[in-house]
């Protein structure tokens, strides 16, 4: 045990780390009001706030707005300056930024089964598409296949088998910020998973239908969000898989989440779900899938942008870029859901519950610890219920007696693979599965 790593503990009482209204609309007044108030039409942009954002907005100040007519967009109402935003329709998150809006949930807000849409991490890379109708949604499937597609999400749903999974996204750079020396990006520590029910039809019964040519080795993947620059045309993401993972029957085309749309910030009213693999393969929003005779180059499919050393390196060691390989699979990996840590519990006995996944396999057992690893406690585990799905386990600890105790949580695939102790440090701070340790104080 290296006593200098750092411990993967959430502040639980620390709850949302807002963003203050006024610096948020100093930049970009129309963006904030789509953030703090929800869609904002094309419309809505030259002029005023209505529909669903003056809704949001109404229902905020506790009272209809009656001039909201002469109200311009962009204009933080003076009752709300004093308030700290949220984003709506999500729930307990931390809000890293808002331009990219990237936010992560609490540990502890993770413990349902079945992640609900208030409570999905979100990660952006750029600024939400203008137009979100699910109407008028076209996907374009072309590139090396025998017959182009361009299909609305009404043909999707006539022309496919529909179907609902749980399966988990987790953010490549989960984790990160527990790394040292630290590496740039998001600071996430535990909550960029989530494990929502997503509804759609497979990628590859698409990629099927349009004939998947003998050449073709990868998949790219294009979204609707634009560039943080604002140039036109220029993409914040562009990811794809190698053609044999995008042929899994779990990858969906989804238009659902949760028995409902899927949330603006987690990709409305389309995108792709790769479970398994780092959540940049998921593309939101998207509109064009086309098949590649070469391995993607789109924006972060290059340099080091998910990509790790192909061999072990020192924590703070420099790597040439060449010696970067992509990621494919995501480790094995657990989270405590449940008690929150640094909590106060009386008497000897505590039911402990949470999650586990494992990229493309499953998860064969989890065992507990709460005597820094001398010992192990096996949990019970309850298997996917579909593949992908995270699985849950839940055992109730007894402790010998009073005083401040950790929980470690250990959770081995079924290819014998464990999370270890310490960070697999890499530069760019992605894949981190290392145990998650949570503090109790018996009383
Ligand atoms: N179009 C688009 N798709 C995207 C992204 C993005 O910025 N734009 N971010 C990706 C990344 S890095 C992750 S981790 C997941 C996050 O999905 P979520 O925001 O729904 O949780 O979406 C992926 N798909
Ligand atoms: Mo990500």
């Known amino acids: 045990m290296n006593p200098k790593s750092k411990p ?36 809505d942009r030259r002029g005023f706030l209505r529909g669903a954002g003056l809704a949001t907005m109404g229902a905020l100040l506790g009272a209809s707005i009656p001039f909201h007519r002469n109200m311009p967009a962009g204009l933080i109402p003076e009752a709300l300056a004093a308030k700290k935003i949220s984003i709506q329709g999500k729930d307990g998150l931390t809000v890293y930024n808002d331009r990219p809006v990237n936010a992560e949930t609490p540990v502890h807000l993770l413990n349902d089964d079945v992640t609900p849409t208030a409570r999905h991490f979100i990660r952006n890379n750029g600024v939400l598409p203008a137009d979100m109708d699910a109407g ?38 989960n984790g990160r910020g527990f790394f040292d020396p630290p590496a740039k990006g998001n600071q996430w520590t535990l909550g960029a998973v989530g494990c929502s029910e997503w509804t759609g039809v497979r990628l590859a019964d698409v990629l099927r239908a349009a004939g998947v040519k003998k050449n073709a080795i990868y998949t790219a993947h294009v979204g609707a969000d634009t560039h943080l620059s604002g140039k036109p045309g220029k993409l914040p993401i562009s990811r794809g898989v190698p053609i044999e993972k995008a042929m899994n029957p779990h990858n969906l085309i989804a238009f659902g989440m949760n028995g409902g749309p899927l949330h603006t910030m987690n990709g409305a009213p389309l995108r792709l779900v790769v479970p398994g693999w780092p959540g940049s393969c998921s593309q939101k929003w998207v509109t064009r899938v086309y098949l590649r005779d070469k391995v993607h180059d789109g924006p972060k499919m290059t340099g080091t942008a998910y990509r790790v050393p192909r061999y072990p390196v020192a924590p703070g060691q420099k790597v040439p870029t060449k010696d970067f390989e992509i990621i494919h699979a995501m480790p094995v990996k657990s989270i405590i859901t449940s008690p929150a840590t640094r909590g106060t519990h009386q008497g000897r006995e505590l039911a402990v519950r949470g999650h586990a996944w494992a990229g493309d396999n499953a998860v064969a057992k989890v065992d507990l610890s709460i005597d820094f690893g001398a010992t192990w406690i096996s949990t019970d585990l309850t298997s996917p219920v579909n593949r992908y799905a995270w699985q849950h386990f839940s055992k109730k600890i007894k402790f010998p007696q009073e005083g401040y105790y950790e929980i470690w949580a250990r959770a081995t695939d079924d290819q014998g693979r464990s999370q270890p102790f310490e960070i697999d440090w890499n530069p760019k701070g992605y894949l981190n599965n290392s145990m998650h340790r949570i503090s109790v104080r018996v009383a």
Not at 14 to 28: I, K, T, W
Not at 166 to 173: F, N, P, Q, S
């Open 8 to 43: 993967q503990q959430t502040e639980p009482q620390q709850g949302e780390r807002s963003v203050d209204l006024f610096e948020l609309y100093a930049e970009d007044p129309i963006r904030a009001d789509e953030v703090v108030f929800g869609r904002v039409s094309e419309s």
């Open 136 to 173: 008028k949604w076209k996907l374009t499937i072309d590139g090396l296949v025998d017959k182009p597609m361009t299909l609305s999400i009404a043909d999707l749903k006539k022309n496919f088998q529909v179907v609902t999974e749980k399966l988990v996204i987790e953010c490549g750079g």
